[in-house]
């Protein structure tokens, strides 16, 4: 073991229906992502974080405590975790109304039940069953209810997968300020990178039980380690070459070609004879929507730009870029 | 003339008590479990259902005859003989109205969201708390239906009950039998007090039954 404590230590080798799974992961305190291909194996690693499933081998330590150590036969039960789960399709009890469910755990002492609802908005829908809520309105109860119980790590297992598209923009903005607010170590997972891009300070790629990559939202957006993790991020643009500089310049046979990839985020388009280039200052960036809402002062001038999430993960207020623009897409305006 | 009644209901208790402490573990393996035999126990405990009564209370009673290898151990171990006895009436009637307990509670089993316990498990809850708060209440209408049907078709058996404990006031004449015996005697004034109060109870029970479930069911808006 290494001196450094993380927040999370886990080593894991599990078997299940024929299927390896092998997980090793140190993370620190923050809003982590999981991602990968449906079937890749990141509920079950949610699960063995819960305890409800038990890996053949390995050991799990979580803020200095055991959780997990096949060799000396330590298995903490799930009660005793402080793991809450916000389950994909929510997991409510069908047989109790709103209230029931949320405060299903005594939870804090100090806090006000009725001023509870009122933050999730389900003070007028205490007395609802969940077979009568929508799919939102069954999320809040489901986070209410999770964190209620005062949880020492939330992990959501695709949030926002129930829930129709429009819906799911409004919620997942809702659930970015609580988990800011709460302050509690997250685990995320899903398959839809904008979320973990919105969502998220790290991210795990997952592919096949095996845990591919592991990194800053940021670096594993823009720098996937193989061909599966660009796969899987949407990177189409993957070559074979001798070096990035002649990656489409192959006179000749090479024993030995590298591969390389390039993002379709990053590659702009324009008439270089017909386009003109500006040049500013980033001002303001606002990352919560699918796009990257950027504001740049360019000679005085505010111009507002969309960009997708990932062309915008390394851009930070105070940057300077360049932008293009073909002058077709200059459109002169009649007086008023 | 009410020595029938109380025998019938002191038999249809025994029995639905008996019933719900063994079917809940068969119900529960035979929704969760992966073993290869679980067709085989599935098929054998749903058997009752399909056969003729007289069927399995001959050779319940050829089993239960101390003629035989099991009757003689029984009398020799625990000195009861079971053939024509209220003991050997009981094991029958668990026996026949085994289907109408397991599989209520088998669908039950298998329709409860396992999620749910996870979801309890993960707020901290003790496993007190996760059969009486969470398991119980989603299978109280299948607990609820599994009771009804054990209990009223343990009432209203015959066949079995004629082959195993034929008819002794008092020890095995239960209602069915005593209302054969009271039309064999052309005494219709007493079967019809038999038969009237026996359809009477069995709607009640039975209507009881399926309100509750409905109501539930409209109350939790499904």
């Known amino acids: ?336 | 003339m009410f020595e029938p009644v109380l025998l019938s209901l002191q038999l249809a208790t025994s029995a639905t008590i008996i019933l719900l402490i063994v079917s809940i573990p068969l119900a529960w393996w035979l929704a969760n479990g992966s073993s290869i035999f679980r067709s085989v126990v599935w098929a054998t405990t749903a058997l009752p259902l399909v056969l003729p009564p007289t069927v399995l209370g001959f050779y319940l009673l050829l089993a239960f005859s101390p003629a035989s290898g099991l009757g003689k151990l029984i009398v020799d171990w625990f000195g009861v003989q079971l053939a024509f006895s209220f003991a050997g009436l009981l094991i029958a009637s668990v026996i026949y109205s085994l289907p109408f307990v397991v599989q209520p509670l088998q669908i039950g089993f298998e329709r409860l969201d396992g999620r749910t316990i996870e979801a309890a498990l993960s707020l901290r809850a003790n496993w007190w708390v996760i059969i009486t708060r969470v398991i119980f209440p989603q299978l109280k209408g299948a607990f609820l239906v599994a009771f009804t049907l054990g209990f009223a078709h343990t009432l209203g058996e015959f066949g079995v009950v004629l082959m195993i404990g034929g008819n002794i006031p008092g020890e095995t004449q239960v209602i069915s039998i005593a209302i054969y015996e009271s039309v064999e005697m052309l005494d219709y004034a007493k079967a019809h007090l038999y038969s009237v109060g026996l359809l009477v109870f069995s709607f009640i029970v039975l209507f009881l039954t399926y309100a509750r479930n409905s109501f539930s069911l409209k109350r939790k808006g499904e």
């Open chain 1, 1 to 336: 073991m290494t001196g450094k404590l993380h927040m999370l230590d886990l080593n894991i080798n599990h078997q299940y229906r024929g299927r390896a799974f092998n997980y090793e992961l140190q993370l620190e305190k923050g809003v982590h992502g999981i991602v990968g291909p449906s079937g890749a194996g990141k509920t079950q690693l949610l699960r063995m974080l819960l305890g409800t499933v038990r890996p053949g081998v390995g050991r799990i330590v979580f803020n200095d405590r055991l959780w997990l150590d096949s060799r000396s036969h330590v298995h903490l039960p799930a009660q005793k975790r402080g793991v809450g789960m916000v389950f994909q399709d929510y997991a409510l009890f069908p047989h109790l109304n709103v209230h029931d469910n949320v405060f299903f755990t005594p939870g804090p002492a100090d806090y006000d039940r009725t001023s509870w609802l009122e933050k999730f908005k389900l003070a007028g829908l205490a007395h609802s069953f969940p077979s009568t809520l929508s799919g939102g309105e069954a999320q809040r109860v489901a986070l209410a209810r999770t964190l209620w119980s005062a949880p020492d790590l939330l992990l959501l297992d695709e949030p926002f997968a129930a829930l129709d598209r429009s819906l799911r923009k409004i919620l997942r903005s809702q659930v970015e300020d609580l988990v800011h607010e709460i302050s509690i170590p997250t685990m995320i997972v899903s398959h839809d990178l904008d979320e973990i891009a919105s969502l998220c300070d790290t991210v795990t790629v997952i592919t096949e039980g095996k845990i591919a990559q592991t990194g800053s939202v940021k670096e594993v957006l823009n720098h996937p380690v193989n061909e599966t993790v660009a796969r899987f991020l949407t990177w189409e643009n993957i070559y074979e070459g001798k070096e990035a500089s002649r990656l489409f310049r192959l006179d000749g046979r090479f024993d030995r070609l590298k591969k390389y990839a390039i993002s379709h985020y990053k590659l702009s388009l324009q008439k270089r004879e017909n386009a003109l280039i500006l040049t500013g200052y980033v001002e303001s960036l606002d990352r919560r929507n699918l796009l990257s809402h950027l504001l740049l002062n360019a000679d005085g001038n505010k111009v507002h730009v969309h960009a997708s999430v990932q062309a915008a993960t390394g851009i930070s207020v105070g940057d300077e870029i360049c932008l293009y623009v073909e002058d077709s897409d200059i459109i002169e305006l009649a007086s008023i």
